[in-house]
């Protein structure tokens, strides 16, 4: 034993005890771990939120040096961008400009032409300022030139030169253009965008003030001309920055001014996140999010789907934050973007070791214990999971010393977050996976309590004529019982899937409403005026160093003590005139006699102008450098303290500035057209909002009309049963459309049928009564009846049926005793049957249509019909109650004549070498009963409980060779080409050779000829001479009997009591393999043309077989109890077992794609007719699936008297008939659309 | 019977067109080679807005300002050699006899797609001391993408040759002068170059087997339907 292996070993045995220890604590184990992800989440806490509007930081004035690069000691107060000098100082000179008195000789332009006009002067003298040898151009930010794409912008936007912005630049800072200029309000509107704009335009960049503050308006009421000068400069010079201050100050006084000048404000911007860099993240984002649903797509067979995807989901996220919580513990900062390396870290670390964990414990015996499960499942995948981990970990590794700095960064992350991941699996993921396996066990359990068929009716009884249409829907108890939703596991397509999923968790309107939620939050927060400056001006006010950052709204200043109130309060758009202070610093005339509506302009300055560019959009100065190809992101600017001006015109200085044309067009139509056009658009804009708005309400309502079903909010009240004829509609209230399926009746078997066969045209039936009839497939007329030689028509079925009852009830016990029990059982019970059956007849319930005497072994075809318990919990029931009466047993209402030998299990053990009840039977030369039957040709193969093999012609009715070598009664024939193999009671095995003595030559009644090429089988002509001889016998095929004996593809098949399933070829009967892998008797094979082989044993357990080499290509645990039926198509694999659920399996990876839940007794019935389409029976009716999705197409009544009668076995013809066999009447449905599919 | 017609229309029948339009192999050709091409656009753009936040690539200026950034010319050729390639891909493993086997699902599809916009993403994002280390790591990288999703042979020969003839085509192009890198480092490109149209092979590559996928299925069942 290698190191490896022993590795191997005790990894195995730790994930075991690790897998009980989760399935048995699992509320302490996800107490802990939500526990220690919040302990390792906690540090996150830390971390600043994730925004990207910019941070402010204020320090004084007066002190103020560069900061350095490093860091220093008391980084208490400053935040860690505070490093390094700053982009730019910004210096801002704050006009405000006023003509006052006002005259009412003045028109409206006056207000700003001529307060605009003194920009330029204040352009001259800030440009021409001197102190000490310093001018502007050498302090300031010298820029160099536009972006290329701003070329229109470059007759207003300096360059190559000082960073000077005011509203100068329109008029390229000349004072003649300005003068020639006719209208002012054009040239400053001509550059606005239209429509709604977020980020800084550029009559906010040029003015430095909000738009309508700055009174450039002809409806300006207050007419104060607002606007400002910024100076960008690279360098700071406090004594230069303070003599500009006094002189302007000097030059243009403003009084009642009480701004502060002694801090400066550091603005620091974050990352901004562009259009450009969003597409590629939300791309990886979607790639992302495919990823996870194509993953959690895989989760299956569990109870809840979505509930073990969140869990997956979870696992992996929560493991990201615990590694991001564990290296900001272990005081590794996170300098990458997190939002930009998340796809990438969950896609690493991935969500397969999930997957795998839940497929593994899936896949286990569904019949173990819950931890047991759990523990086996977490202990077969542990040492794939633990290699993977290990490859991963030595990948990152290598990617550590790839000593790039991000990508040992990310490395570090993928490390410690595959770790945790690994431990959340371990504890989290494989307990909650215990949990849910419970629930499911436990939903099972239940599922299985109440059992769905009461005793039915007695059937009316109401002559039926053959093809008579089915009757009018009347109300009856009883149609197919759809799943329950929780268990109707369907495939519907992927379309509608989404939308009823959609539909379900009203997935959109919860969307729409985070969605509106995140956004409101957004703008709240990065609202210039909205909450984040107050938050920052409550940070700020209670900093020592910056008392400050008082937001506008605030409107009161307590920080200013000897403000003037008023003057604090009438910068606000209140328009009411305020009394002039007495103080006013320049004259003005005198103001109007009579009290004046015409008020005259005043200028007063409050807290709010101290720093004017907050009332901007927080883009305006990473806009504003970014014409320049400068970059704000993680960087800071300062701004220093603004300098207030203050300008009172006069009115002639005013009119002297007129432009010739200000009074000549009608200025005020033009104001108002520009004012009314802003207004327009404004109500432009909403009113196609709203209409917008209406139309995707309408339009979402109609959507939701479409898409949702009516029965909306009343989902699974009516599920229950359904009135026969009310077309079955699915839970999402999806009925297929309606369409007739006439049923052909077969009528003329006076007892129940046992035995069917087909080859496509013609149809072979054998009642209980030995009576053999031949019906053409295609008519549905019978075509030969041939009598059981000298059987007595009468002959009863009673002691079949109480045999049939006697049997099940063996066949519910161990299998093991049960042949050893059985020969000691019947005779006396027999005896007992003649005389007390009399008396016992008479008001009894017609127990018939409730049993099943499905004895008959039916032929290789597509359909399979176990040799199981048909009945279900029906005829236990009834058996229940006989049992406390033995006597009971003979209540059927036939009325008895002649004591039949039983029908007998071909599964018995016995072998009826000459069985005493022989004695009975009536006449001698009736030899027994017919427990097989196989048609092929026109030859009817027919093995007899007597050993005899008779070979009959289906369409003359006569004997044509019979053989008697054996003597233990046929259960089980197969006939393919001209080999016929029995198997036997006695577990043997007998191939037998038809021989034909003339060749083949004329073609029998073969059906349409359109039709006749499609049974490979050759035909026999009358006049040959057919002669059966046994070729080879082996005698110990099994060593329990043969239960179930299928051929194809010159392959013979037998699966048996003793847990094996036998390969054997035909030619040559030789053993090819011997298959072990069921833990219980064998009791459904199938096989076809392309050699697929399928097992399903009494484990419950079905296997996949390469008929090729012999090995198990899958084994998967379906059923509780016996499989009792299996069948192939070529992508998947059907099966049904005694739980009366069909399961439908994907073939190539033994996935359960969905079941179905059947009637109770009606499991076993199924047939596939094209890939796509699933025959199944009920009580009296069979139904139409769709395969691929698992949508009921249809359902068909087979005839009135019918109802109760379950459908016992279906048979799939060549041409897509469907026999079925219930009661003592076949039924034929053709659908039409296979036999289209199929020409 | 006739009225049982109708049965037609709503189960087995109703795949009936669809299942006729997949396997009608032009049909199934044309819808793989739409999808893959789109594909291809669609990363096309994606990545070359990565490339161009960095500045990697210049177009001319006044082509900047069209759609995406990008020259016009650049998504329809992205495209069209995805939609080759991605049809190229399960040609050969049928030519071979080799059917790829390894992790065919859509899930793993995406991991590798992820993966491959994350070496993207790295080459334009992340600052490496040097251009060597830069290409090493990517082509460390490339390899990696190769060893977890694909595995085959085929795989790997068709990505080298693929690579090989991207990278020759695109000296050529900025040789001609239709675009240009600003810093080139190998001749006149970027010696990443390579690495990028390795994964980006692989990653299509896998997509188009994921896709004939299905018509293998669906040719299957027909065929045996038949």
């Known amino acids: 034993m290698t190191v490896r292996e022993r590795l191997r070993q005790n990894i195995s045995a730790a994930f075991y005890r690790h897998g009980l220890l989760c399935a048995s604590y699992p509320v302490p184990i996800i107490l802990f771990t939500s526990v220690s992800i919040l302990t390792c989440c906690y540090p996150l806490l830390k971390l600043p939120l994730p925004g990207t509007g910019p941070v402010e930081f204020t320090t004084g004035a007066k002190d103020y ?203 620091h911007f974050k990352e901004e996140i562009g259009i450009a860099e969003l597409i590629p993240l939300v791309t990886t984002y979607i790639i992302l999010f495919a990823y996870i649903y194509f993953s959690t797509r895989k989760i299956d067979m569990v109870k809840s789907k979505w509930g073990l995807a969140l869990a997956a989901v979870v696992t992996v996220l929560s493991s990201l934050l615990m590694s991001v919580g564990l290296c900001t513990l272990f005081g590794l900062t996170p300098t990458l973007n997190g939002g930009s390396i998340f796809p990438y870290l969950v ?35 542990s040492w794939s999971i633990m290699k993977n981990m290990a490859t991963e970990l030595v990948i990152i590794l290598i990617g550590y010393f790839t000593l790039v700095p991000a990508i040992q960064e990310f490395c570090l992350f993928a490390v410690v977050g595959l770790v945790s991941d690994f431990f959340l699996q371990m504890f989290f993921f494989t307990t909650v996976l215990s949990i849910d396996i419970r629930r499911m066990e436990l939903a099972d359990l239940n599922r299985r309590l109440p059992a769905e068929a009461g005793m039915p009716p007695p059937p009316k009884p109401g002559p039926l004529r053959p093809r008579e249409a089915p009757p009018p829907p009347r109300p009856s108890p009883h149609t197919i019982t759809l799943q329950a939703p929780a268990f109707r596991n369907l495939r519907l397509p992927k379309r509608l899937r989404v939308v009823y999923f959609l539909a379900r968790t009203r997935l959109a309107q919860r969307i729409i409403m985070v969605g509106t939620v995140i956004w409101i939050g957004i703008l709240v927060y990065t609202d210039p005026a909205g909450l984040r400056t107050y938050l920052a001006a409550q940070v700020s006010e209670q900093s020592p160093l910056g008392e400050a950052g008082l937001p506008p709204h605030l409107g009161v200043a307590p920080v200013f003590p000897g403000g003037d109130p008023t003057s604090t309060l009438s910068v606000l758009p209140a328009p009411e005139p305020t009394p002039l202070p007495e103080n006013q610093s320049q004259g003005h005339g005198a103001s109007r006699p009579g009290g004046a509506p015409l008020t005259s302009p005043q200028i007063s300055w409050g807290s709010e102008d101290e720093e004017v560019w907050r009332r901007l959009s927080f883009r305006y100065w990473p806009s504003l450098f970014s014409y320049y190809n400068i970059t704000l992101a993680k960087r800071y600017i300062s701004i220093l303290p603004v300098i207030p001006v203050t300008l009172h015109l006069n009115p002639q200085e005013a009119i002297e500035m007129r432009h010739p044309q200000d009074t000549q067009h009608a ?29 995707l309400v309408l339009l979402l309502f109609c959507l939701y009309r479409v898409l949702c079903p009516r029965n909306y909010g009343q989902n699974g009240v009516q599920h229950g049963r359904r009135r026969r004829g009310d077309l079955p509609c699915d839970e999402y209230g999806y009925s297929p459309p309606v369409s007739e399926i006439s049923p052909l009746l077969l009528r003329g078997h006076s007892m129940d049928i046992e035995c069917l066969a087909s080859d496509g045209m013609l149809l072979a039936s054998c009642c209980l009564a030995g009576q053999i009839r031949v019906w053409d497939a295609q008519t549905g007329d019978c075509l030969t009846v041939i009598p059981n030689n000298g059987y007595i028509r009468t002959h009863t079925c009673t002691l079949k049926c109480c045999c049939a009852i006697t049997v099940h009830l063996l066949n519910l016990t161990d299998w093991g005793k049960e042949h050893t029990v059985w020969p000691y059982n019947e005779p006396p019970l027999r005896r007992r049957v003649t005389p007390s059956r009399p008396t016992l007849f008479g008001d009894q319930p017609d127990l ?18 176990g040799f199981g318990f048909d009945f279900g919990g029906l005829v236990e029931k009834a058996y229940k109650e006989h049992e406390a009466s033995p006597t009971m047993h003979f209540t059927a209402p036939t009325p008895p004549v002649t004591p039949a030998p039983p029908q007998r299990r071909r599964s018995l053990g016995d072998p009826p070498v000459a069985p005493p009840e022989r004695i009975n039977v009536s006449p001698g030369e009736w030899d027994s009963s017919v427990w097989s039957l196989e048609l092929r040709g026109n030859l009817i193969a027919a093995g007899r409980s007597s050993g005899k093999l008779e070979l009959w012609d289906a369409v003359e009715g006569t004997l044509r060779c019979c053989n008697e070598d054996g003597s233990s009664g046929i259960t089980a024939l197969a006939f393919l080409n001209n080999r016929i193999v029995a198997a036997r009671l006695n577990g043997s095995l007998d191939f037998f050779t038809v021989d034909i003595n003339k060749p083949l030559g004329l ?153 179905i839940q059947q009637e109770v007794g009606c499991g076993s019935s199924l047939g596939v007719i094209s890939d796509s389409l699933l025959v199944t029976g009920g009580h009296g009716c069979v139904s139409f699936w769709d395969l691929n999705y698992g949508d009921l197409l249809q359902t068909v009544y087979l005839g009135q008297n019918s109802e109760g009668q379950h459908v016992r076995q279906l048979l799939v013809l060549d041409n897509a008939a469907i026999v079925c066999d219930f009661g003592s009447e076949l039924s034929l449905v053709y659908v039409p659309s296979v036999l289209e599919k199929l020409d | 019977m006739a009225e049982a017609t109708r049965l037609s229309s709503n189960g087995t029948a109703q795949r009936g067109p669809y299942i006729s339009v997949i396997t009608n192999r032009t049909t199934n050709l044309l819808i793989r080679g739409t999808m893959l091409f789109g594909v291809g656009v669609f990363l096309a753009l994606v990545l070359n807005l990565l490339q161009v936040q960095r500045n990697v690539t210049l177009f001319p200026p006044d082509v900047i300002s069209s759609i995406f950034s990008s020259a016009w010319w650049v998504p329809p050729c992205c495209g069209t050699a995805s939609a080759l390639i991605g049809l190229l891909y399960p040609c050969i493993d049928r030519r071979l006899g080799e059917p790829h086997k390894l992790k065919r699902e859509w899930s793993s599809v995406m991991r590798c797609v992820a993966v491959f916009v994350g070496i993207n993403h790295a080459s334009a994002k992340v600052d490496f001391a040097n251009n060597v280390q830069l290409s090493l790591t990517l082509a460390a990288l490339s390899v990696g993408l190769w060893w977890t999703f694909d595995r085959s042979r085929s795989g790997f020969g068709l990505g080298v040759a693929i690579a090989l003839l991207a990278t020759l085509a695109t000296q050529l192009l900025v040789y001609n002068g239709v675009f240009q890198y600003t810093s080139p480092d190998f001749l006149y490109i970027r010696s990443w170059l390579p690495c990028i149209f390795f994964a980006g092979v692989i990653t299509m590559g896998n997509i188009g087997r994921q896709l004939a996928l299905y018509e293998c299925k669906v040719v299957q069942e027909k065929i045996h339907q038949d």
């Not at chain 1, 006009?117 to 001197?130: A, D, Q, T």
């Not at chain 1, 310093?134 to 300031?140: A, G």
């Not at chain 1, 084994?1115 to 049904?1136: F, K, Q």
């Open chain 1, 1003 to 1155: 073609l029998q009644y073969r059906g349409p000829p359109g039709r006749a090429s499609l049974p490979s089988s050759p035909c026999y002509s009358s006049e040959d001479v057919i002669s059966c001889q046994l070729t080879r016998s082996v005698q110990c095929a099994h060593q329990k009997p043969i239960t179930v004996l299928r051929a194809a593809a010159g392959r013979v098949v037998t699966g048996s009591q003793d847990h094996t399933v036998r390969v054997y070829r035909l030619e040559d009967s030789c053993c090819l393999f011997t298959l072990q892998g069921h833990s219980g008797g064998i009791t459904a094979i199938y096989i076809d043309q392309t050699m697929v082989l399928a097992s399903g044993g009494q484990d419950g357990a079905i296997c996949l077989w390469d008929v090729l080499t012999g090995s198990r290509v899958s084994h998967v645990y379906g059923h509780r109890g016996d499989v009792t039926s299996l069948v192939c198509t070529n992508s998947c694999v059907i099966s049904s077992g005694l739980d009366d659920l069909i399961c439908i399996w994907d073939r190539s990876t033994g996935i359960k794609l969905y079941s």
């Open chain 1, 667 to 695: 200025p005020r139509s033009s104001a108002k057209t520009t004012d009314l056009q802003t207004d327009l658009t404004l109500y432009k804009v909403a009113a196609l909002g709203l209409f917008a708005g209406v139309v």
């Open chain 1, 848 to 865: 018939t249509p409730l049993i099943d005497t499905n004895f008959g072994e039916l032929p290789p075809s597509h359909t399979t019909v």
């Open chain 1, 347 to 381: 896609v690493v670390i991935g969500l397969e070791n999930v997957l795998v964990l839940t497929k593994s414990v899936v896949s286990t015996p569904v019949d173990l214990e819950v931890k047991l499960r759990i523990a086996q499942g977490l202990s077969s995948e």
């Open chain 1, 65 to 267: 040096s560069v900061p350095s690069h490093e860091p220093q000691g008391d980084l208490g107060e400053r935040p860690d961008w505070y490093q390094g000098p700053p982009v730019a100082y910004i210096q801002q000179v704050l006009v405000k400009a006023a003509v006052s008195p006002w005259d009412s000789s003045l028109v409206p332009v006056d207000v700003f032409r001529s307060p605009l006009g003194r920009v330029f002067s204040l352009l001259e003298e800030i440009r021409n300022h001197v102190y000490t040898d310093r001018s502007l151009e050498t302090l300031c930010l010298q820029v160099t030139e536009l972006l290329p794409g701003l070329r229109r912008m470059q007759s207003i936007l300096p360059e190559h030169g000082c960073l000077l912005v005011s509203p100068g630049n329109y008029w390229q800072n000349r004072r003649d253009l300005f003068d020639s200029d006719p209208d002012i309000l054009k040239t400053v509107h001509q550059h606005e965008p239209k429509g709604i704009h977020t980020s800084a335009t550029l009559k906010d960049l040029l003015f430095g003030v909000p738009g309508k503050n700055t009174g450039v308006s002809l409806y300006s009421r207050k007419r104060v001309v607002t606007y400002t000068i910024t100076i960008a400069l690279s360098s700071y010079d406090a004594r230069f920055v303070a003599s500009l201050r006094a002189r302007l100050k000097q030059l243009h006084p403003s009084v009642n001014c009480t701004l502060r000048e002694d801090h400066m404000v550091h603005v």
